[in-house]
């Protein structure tokens, strides 16, 4: 439990680069997904920091999110750049770190094995982002994570994802 008056640890979405936010088969290369700018707008709007962990380098994902609009969403970035890649945990925690986040107060989003491994190693929600992509039906690694067919399943599952965590803790 909390002390009376000491503030929780954000919640922390935190999403991989290349096919989650980025639609990289775009006919004129990498462009955002067109639902994502909103739905990271809503995410901030509820209260959650959103963050990137990607195996894209610093600069070409800093390339990328300045010419896609997305930089002023974003609270945080890690890439290989910074230290170990994904899967290895460290890649997410050390993100958390920079935002002063906690793994069971914050969700991997991402379309690959090495995002769901590295979600698993730290300790993180996962959910998987299968609005495009070659993995579609790939079980979940935590409960109360999920399948996002469309961008905007995100809503209802970070939603379940944080009346759980509230509903464990009232059990405390």
């Known amino acids: 439990m909390t002390e009376p008056g000491t ?6 979405a935190i999403f991989d680069c290349d096919g989650t936010l980025m639609d990289m088969s775009a006919p004129l290369g ?3 997904f067109p639902a994502i700018p909103a739905m990271l707008g809503r995410l901030r709007e509820t209260g959650w920091l959103c963050a990137v ?4 380098s610093r600069a070409s ?6 010419r896609n609009g997305l930089m002023a969403e974003i609270a945080a970035m890690r890439t290989p750049d910074d230290g170990p890649s994904k899967p290895h945990p460290d890649s997410l925690l050390d993100l958390l ?21 590295a ?6 929600a996962f959910v998987q ?13 935590r409960s109360g ?28």
């Open 61 to 66: 994902l800093a390339d990328l999110l300045i």
């Open 30 to 32: 990498p462009a955002v």
């Open 53 to 56: 962990c990607t195996g894209r």
């Open 7 to 12: 503030a929780l640890p954000p919640w922390v």
């Open 97 to 117: 770190g920079l935002v002063g986040g906690v793994p069971d107060r914050a969700v991997m989003i991402g379309d690959g094995l090495a995002d769901r491994e």
């Open 119 to 124: 979600a698993g190693h730290a300790g993180i």
């Open 145 to 172: 994570a999920g399948v996002a067919r469309e961008i905007d399943d995100l809503d209802g599952l970070l939603a379940a994802i944080r009346n759980r965590h509230a509903a464990v803790q009232e059990d405390k």
């Open 129 to 141: 982002a299968a609005w495009h992509g070659p993995l579609v039906g790939m079980l979940p690694l």
